[in-house]
């Protein structure tokens, strides 16, 4: 069984940063992508970034935030700068992953992120 932990998230400034990682862990064979999506209070759950054979951004999160693994951990990173109030969501990790259960999508737990003005 494959789980997503995500750590990282917390209170920041407007104009801030915050780090996100997640690891993920179990009987891991091939982790095709992995990345990150967000869901603020009344919204739907967004794309964040995503980092596979590609990389993609948001265009809201485009040139603020950096999307990077480490392959040999199986953890993917979410930098975050230059920090909006609108930034603030809980904000969920997700990866295609094959392991001994077969090739599924997960997610994490999710981390709170909240950006005061």
């Known amino acids: 069984q494959v789980q997503l932990v995500e750590s990282g998230g917390g209170l920041v400034q407007s104009g801030g940063s915050l780090r996100l990682s997640c690891a993920a862990s179990g009987t891991i064979f091939t982790i095709y992508y992995m990345g990150w999506y967000r869901q603020a209070p009344g919204k739907q759950r967004e794309l964040v970034a995503i980092s596979g054979r590609s990389t993609n951004y948001a265009d809201s999160v485009k040139g603020r935030f950096t999307i990077s693994r480490d392959n040999d951990k199986n953890t993917v990173y979410l930098q975050m700068n230059s920090l909006k109030p609108e930034d603030t969501a809980v904000y969920y990790c997700?990866?295609?992953?094959?392991?001994?259960?077969?090739?599924?999508?997960?997610w994490g737990q999710g981390t709170q992120v909240t950006v005061s003005s």
């Open positions: 997700t990866g295609e992953i094959a392991s001994t259960s077969g090739t599924m999508i997960y």
